[in-house]
Structure formats: C-alpha cells, structure tokens
C-alpha cells in the first residue's frame, strides 16, 4: 500500500539534519532554500543535469540510486509562464516531465534505498484548487481533476507516493512566488519599472502568493519538525485578500511608479495560449491554515512588506 500525506501534530519536535538532497536546488526557490538550510548548518547536495562538486546528475541517481542523506526535496520542473515557450504537445510534455519524472525517479530512490532518509517534501502548486472569486480553500479541500493544471498536480503529486515505512512525506503547494532574481517579478520588473506595468485582465481574479523566504522557510519547517507530515499551503496569510489589481497596485507603489496599463485578457492568450491564460486571468483564494495550525510564523505576511523587501 502507498502511504498518503494525512496528518500532522501540534507541538515542535526539531530535528537535526546533516544531509539534504535538493531536486531543482540550482533554481530560483532552490538557491534561496540551500542558502537558507547551509545558514543553519545543513549540508546540500543538489541533483541537476550535470554532476560536480556538491552534486549529482539525475542519470547517477537513477543509475546509483540515492547516496547517504537525511531528507530529500524536491523543487523540479520546466518554468510554466516562459514567454518564449509556444504552448503545445512538446511544451506541454517538458513540464510534465519536469515535475512528475524527477518526483518519480526520487520517489523510487527513497523507496529503494537501504537506509531511507528522515523526510521527502515536494513542492507542487496552488493550481491544485478550482479557480474562483468567490471560494477559499485550505489544504483540506478538494481539487485536481478540471484543467490541465489541476491534473498536472494531482499527478505530481501521486508521484511523490512511496511505500509505507519511515520517510514521512510533504506536499507544499506554492501560490506565485515572489522574490529578487526570478520568478514573477523578474519578467514584471522592467515593464512595470517603465511605468508599462497594469492589472492583467479585470484584475478581480485572485492573486495567491508568497515571498520566496517564505516558501524556503515553509520547507525548511517541515524538514526540521519531525511531526510534520501532510499538505500545506505555501502561500501567504493575506493571499486571499489579493487580487490581480491590490498587486499591481502595491508592486507599482514599491517601485515609485504608475500602473495605468491594463493588458488586455485577449493579449494575455495571444502570448501564453488559452490553457495557460488561466493561470494569469483567473485564480484562487488560499488560506494557509494547517501551515500556521503547525506553528510557522511568516516572515513576509503582508504585501506590501513583501514588495519593499524584493524591490530595496
């Protein structure tokens, strides 16, 4: 039988790694969260295309299987919004790929290793959850299966299954993550730098997100609490009151500049396509409830505190 991701305890009971294998660690939220764990004294090793110093190809641990460590992260997987990327049968295979194969492949290291790590968390996205204006939605409720997203996530996330026995395993779903070097603001920084910048769409839609410290900090949680087991929302306590426009707004408030231009819901799908529209013209109220319930404290849990950190 396949063990789940069901619960988690109260109180805090810190354990002390020494090893951490990252999946992704050379990445965006990789490199924040192999900062975060080596200033606490956690040795990384990350899993990329190519081996090295403090490294392994995918190839040698497919081929190896997993070297010595104490918990295994998983934050893989082809950037979605690549603008350069048309949308299609191709695209749409890499990020499958990208996020389910690696999953699997350390899935499979773990579940056939001789002395399996402490910990597995894998790093998977809000799109799990329907997107409305209306609903909220904690890690308990239902998803997965109505989009394209929706369904990449719950295969993602089936992925990271393994047999029972002494790993315990963590789903964090990450709303869009902001932070200096990557991710949203870096494709947003100079258009809205230029005063080009605006709502996209109506800009009613809902806005999850979280500041990358946080999402580093959510992981780095759940590796070094020993009770911590299940889903949890990696997403900011006022996501929910964001929306598309509240954004836009603060973003251009941190950097001194206007945003009157509105992009247009019909340019949006000429760029990215109708399937991957959604992820930018629609979206999903997220409450991190179990996240806080298991005593995280979050450093960024206001906007526009989040923004004036990214953009100082």
Request: glycine share 10%.
């Amino acid at each position: 039988s396949c063990r789940s991701f069901p619960s988690f305890c109260f109180y805090d009971f810190r354990t002390v790694l020494s090893t951490v294998l990252v999946g992704g660690g050379t990445g965006f939220v990789g490199r924040a969260l192999t900062h975060l764990l080596q200033s606490r004294g956690h040795e990384v090793t990350h899993v990329s295309r190519q081996g090295g110093k403090d490294r392994i190809s995918w190839e040698e641990l497919s081929r190896l299987g997993l070297p010595q460590c104490d918990a295994v992260v998983n934050l893989a997987g082809e950037n979605v919004l690549n603008p350069f990327r048309r949308w299609g049968d191709a695209f749409c295979k890499e990020v499958i790929s990208s996020r389910v194969e690696t999953t699997k492949t350390l899935a499979k290291a773990i579940a056939d290793a001789d002395q399996p790590p402490n910990a597995w968390v894998v790093v998977t996205g809000v799109g799990y959850y329907r997107p409305s204006p209306t609903a909220e939605y904690t890690e308990d409720s239902p998803g997965g299966n109505f989009d394209f997203f929706s369904r990449l996530v719950s295969s993602w996330e089936a992925a990271a299954l393994i047999p029972e026995g002494p790993t315990r395993g963590v789903l964090v779903r990450s709303g869009v993550v902001l932070g200096r070097g990557g991710g949203a603001i870096s494709q947003m920084l100079w258009p809205f730098w230029l005063g080009l910048g605006g709502p996209i769409g109506s800009g009613h839609q809902p806005f999850p997100w979280i500041h990358i410290q946080d999402l580093a900090g959510i992981i780095c949680h759940a590796l070094e609490n020993e009770c911590l087991q299940g889903v949890f929302n990696g997403v900011s306590p006022s996501s929910p009151a964001t929306s598309n426009s509240t954004f836009t707004q603060e973003f251009a408030a941190a950097l001194g500049r206007p945003a009157l231009l509105p992009v247009p819901a019909w340019a949006v799908r000429a760029v990215f396509g109708v399937e991957r529209a959604v992820m930018l013209l629609e979206g999903q109220k997220v409450v991190p409830k179990r996240t806080l319930e298991s005593g995280y404290h979050f450093i960024f849990p206001d906007l526009s505190a989040a923004l004036k950190d990214i953009v100082a």
